[in-house]
T-cell receptor, first 114, second 114 residues
C-alpha cells in the first residue's frame, strides 16, 4: 500500500502492557521515522533511523523503544512507561539525509488504551 | 533546531473561492519545504514541494510560494472543491543534525463550504 505498510490498523492495549507496532517498506529507503499524532498537536517525532542498526530519539521518545535490524523494518514498541499512549501513530520513510524528496507515510495505527 | 509555525489552525472558505495557508520557519539554512494533505483517518500525502532556489511552484490548482528573506512560505489553492477539505501540514527541512531535518507545522483544517 504505497510502498510502506503499517499493522495493525487498530490496536488496543491494557494498562501495564507493552505493544509493538509494525512498519515495513519496500521503497529501498534508508531513513525511517515514527510520529505520534494527537488532535491539534500536529506530527511529533518519536524516533528515527538514518541507517540499519542505528536510531535516534526524537522529541517525545520517553516510553517508546525501536529497533532497526533490517533496512525494510522499523518496529515501534509502546511500553508500560508511556502513560498516555492513546493516539494515531504514523510511520514514514525517506531516501535519507541530503537526498531529494520528502517522506512517504504509512496508513497509520490507531492505538487505544482499554 | 528548526521551528515551524502554521496559520490559521482552521480555515473555512466557500466552494470556488481561494484558500491560503501560511507557514514561517526559523532556520535560515532550511532548503526544502513540502506540503502534505491528510484526509480524516488517512495518511498524510505529499501534494507539492518547493526548494530554496525557487520562489514559486504551481501544479494545477495548487501553488506554493517561498520568501527566503522573510522565512515564510504559503500554500495557495484556487477554485476550491469539496474534496479539498482536509488537514494540511507544512514542513521545513534544515541542514545538519536531526532526523533528516523535516519539522512539521501543527496543521490547518481546511473546510470547504458548499
Amino acid at each position: 500500500d504505497g510502498g510502506i505498510t503499517q499493522s495493525p490498523k487498530y490496536l488496543f492495549r491494557k494498562e501495564g502492557q507493552n505493544v509493538t507496532l509494525s512498519c515495513e517498506q519496500n521503497l529501498n529507503h534508508d531513513a525511517m521515522y515514527w510520529y505520534r499524532q494527537d488532535p491539534g498537536q500536529g506530527l511529533r517525532l518519536i524516533y528515527y533511523s538514518q541507517i540499519v542498526n542505528d536510531f535516534q530519539k526524537g522529541d517525545i521518545a520517553e516510553g517508546y523503544s525501536v529497533s532497526r535490524e533490517k533496512k525494510e523494518s522499523f518496529p515501534l514498541t509502546v511500553t508500560s512507561a508511556q502513560k498516555n499512549p492513546t493516539a494515531f501513530y504514523l510511520c514514514a520513510s525517506s531516501k535519507g539525509r541530503g537526498q531529494a524528496g520528502g517522506y512517504t507515510f504509512g496508513s497509520g495505527t490507531r492505538l487505544t488504551v482499554v | 533546531g528548526e521551528n515551524v509555525e502554521q496559520h490559521p489552525s482552521t480555515l473555512s472558505v466557500q466552494e470556488g473561492d481561494s484558500a491560503v495557508i501560511k507557514c514561517t520557519y526559523s532556520d535560515s539554512a532550511s532548503n526544502y519545504f513540502p506540503w502534505y494533505k491528510q484526509e480524516l483517518g488517512k495518511r498524510p500525502q505529499l501534494i507539492i514541494d518547493i526548494r530554496s532556489n525557487v520562489g514559486e511552484k504551481k501544479d494545477q490548482r495548487i501553488a506554493v510560494t517561498l520568501n527566503k528573506t522573510a522565512k515564510h512560505f504559503s500554500l495557495h489553492i484556487t477554485e476550491t472543491q469539496p474534496e479539498d477539505s482536509a488537514v494540511y501540514f507544512c514542513a521545513a527541512r534544515g541542514v545538519g543534525g536531526g532526523a533528516d531535518g523535516l519539522t512539521f507545522g501543527k496543521g490547518t483544517h481546511l473546510i470547504i463550504q458548499p
